[in-house]
């Protein structure tokens, strides 16, 4: 069964602060892996997807890594602002199948 | 491109009434998906289609829930009786074979009292 799992649950930073929120998964048929961020209330905005093929994808402050072989994904966010704060996902796609599993996420908050 | 289209918002229904939840994907799409999010088990895959026909409905919870895309540019969510444990919110996404990733709505916040 597939499986995605975030850690921490919570992060709590100060603005400025690089920080990496982790996401691990457990099947190594992996299409793609897609980060989300859902802001309390809303719905979801996809921030970065990388397709298998791929090691990472960077959008402005963010950059995510993938890595199959020991299933883990990384969202690295530099110089943290306070309108970071949310939750953020990521899902997996199983190659043969078009469902998303997504983890339980991670909340940040970014102090000012 | 309006996105991923869903209405209502937000729904109020009292147990035991029927609830219809309402999806219209981003045009050229031929995947649509429903999930539900909860506080306790996060979001969750309730069933999916590929170019209208459903592929993988096992995450419908009951024969409450039914679900159906009559075109490729509907789908509807239906949920009779209604029951105060189906309170969550619902979304919807769609993809072009997943490929290049998923778009999601705006959500229903569904209320059962």
């Known amino acids: 069964k597939q499986e995605v799992t975030q850690i921490p649950a919570a992060l709590s930073v100060p603005e400025g602060e690089n920080l990496v929120l982790n996401c691990s998964f457990t099947d190594s048929a992996i299409y793609n892996l897609q980060w989300f961020r859902q802001d309390p209330g809303k719905g979801l905005t996809s921030l970065l997807l990388i397709q298998s093929s791929q090691r990472e994808q960077t959008s402005g402050r963010l950059n995510a890594s993938l890595d199959k072989s020991s299933g883990r994904s990384t969202l690295y966010i530099a110089a943290s602002q306070p309108g970071d704060s949310a939750t953020y996902l990521c899902a997996e796609a199983q190659g043969g199948s078009e469902k998303l599993v997504f983890g339980k996420g991670t909340k940040l908050t970014v102090n000012p | 491109d309006a996105g991923v289209i869903q209405s209502p918002r937000h729904e109020v229904t009292e147990m035991g009434q029927e609830v219809t939840l309402r999806c219209k994907p981003i045009?050229?799409?031929?995947?649509l998906f429903w999930y539900r999010q909860t506080m306790m088990r996060g979001l969750e895959l309730l069933i999916y289609?590929?170019?209208?026909?459903?592929?993988?409905d096992s995450g419908m919870p009951e024969d409450r829930f039914s679900a159906k895309m009559p075109n490729a540019s509907f789908s509807t969510l239906k949920i009779q009786p209604s029951e105060p444990r189906d309170s969550a919110v619902y979304f919807c996404?769609?993809?072009?074979?997943?490929?290049?990733?998923?778009?999601f709505g705006s959500g229903t916040r569904l209320t059962v009292v």
């Open positions: 045009s050229g799409h031929n995947s």
């Open positions: 289609f590929n170019n209208n026909v459903p592929i993988d």
């Open positions: 996404a769609s993809s072009f074979r997943g490929r290049y990733g998923y778009t």
